[in-house]
C-alpha cells in the first residue's frame, strides 16, 4: 500500500564555502520536488550574501537570533518569532550581521534552484 506522506529524516546538505548551514529537506536537491523547497538554514555572524532577484517567493521564520534584509531600498531586521514573505522578481540581499548566529527555515515556491537566484556579482 501506498503511503500518502513522505518522512525526511536526511536531508540534503548544501555545501557551502561561506560558513552558513544548510540542509534542504525538500526541493531539487534533496528530493527532485521543483514545486517548493523546504529548507533549515544557520547564518553565522557576519555573513551576507550578493544582492539578488529571485525568480520564486521566499517565506522565511526566524527560530533564533536576528537576520537582515535589504528589500529594494528598504532595511528590514526579522529577529526569533518573526517571519516575512519576499515576491519573487523583488532585489534583495540576505545578510546576518549580527554577533549570534541566526536559525532560520526557508520556504521557496516554486523551488529554490541557483538558475532561479540572479545574484548580482
Known amino acids: ?3 500518502n506522506y513522505t518522512i525526511q529524516k536526511s536531508p ?6 561561506d560558513g552558513k548551514e544548510i540542509k ?3 526541493g531539487l536537491a534533496s528530493d527532485g520536488t521543483s514545486e517548493i523547497s523546504i529548507a533549515h538554514m544557520v547564518a553565522p ?3 551576507s550574501e550578493p544582492f539578488q532577484t529571485p525568480q520564486f517567493d521566499e517565506y522565511t521564520f526566524i527560530i533564533k537570533g536576528k537576520k537582515q534584509f535589504i528589500i529594494e531600498d528598504e532595511t528590514v531586521v526579522l529577529e526569533a518569532g518573526h517571519s516575512i514573505k519576499v515576491e519573487k522578481n523583488t532585489r ?3 545578510s546576518n550581521p549580527f554577533t549570534e548566529p541566526c536559525e532560520y527555515i526557508a520556504i521557496c515556491l516554486p523551488a529554490f534552484s541557483m538558475e ?3 545574484r548580482e556579482s
Open 92 to 94: 534583495l540581499q540576505y
Open 116 to 118: 532561479a537566484v540572479n
Open 12 to 17: 540534503f546538505i548544501v555545501p557551502t564555502d
Open 45 to 47: 555572524p557576519g555573513w
Open 24 to 26: 534542504e529537506h525538500f
Open 1 to 3: 500500500m501506498k503511503k
